[in-house]
């Protein structure tokens, strides 16, 4: 287990839903991975992440799919592609990333509360 925070440490981190509005390989990625693209509503807009998750999923299977996402991160470089947005997963027994993803339809922002 992680040290203890604050409730304040906590609401530091921005956790957001989108929905994916497109996805592509990223062959170029040292481990396999899927770019990204994500929209999370007006005030956030679209923004775009690399994860690796080819283990349960295939970029054309993605568009419309809603993630959850740390957005206010620093953006990353990753290769040639900046990585603006930190979606969600759990590694399930096979060590295989699961996203982690609201089980109704919420509005695009959406903050975690």
């Not at 690796?52 to 592609?81: C, H, S, W």
């Not at 997963?89 to 982690?100: K, P, S």
Request: aromatic fraction near 8%; charge should be negative.
């Amino acid at each position: 287990m992680a040290d203890e925070i604050t409730i304040d440490d906590f609401l530091k981190v921005d956790i957001r839903v989108g929905r994916v509005t497109r996805a592509e390989p990223f062959p170029e990625a040292r481990k396999p991975a899927i770019k990204l693209w994500v929209d999370f509503g007006a005030e956030i807009g679209e923004r775009k992440t690399s994860a690796q998750i080819t283990d349960y999923y295939a970029p054309e299977d993605l568009p419309g799919k809603q993630v959850i996402a740390v957005v206010n991160f620093p953006p990353r470089q990753i290769g040639k592609f900046m990585s603006e947005v930190l979606v969600l997963g759990l590694h399930d027994a096979a060590g295989g990333v699961v996203l982690l993803s609201p089980d109704k339809d919420v509005p695009e922002g959406a903050r975690m509360c």
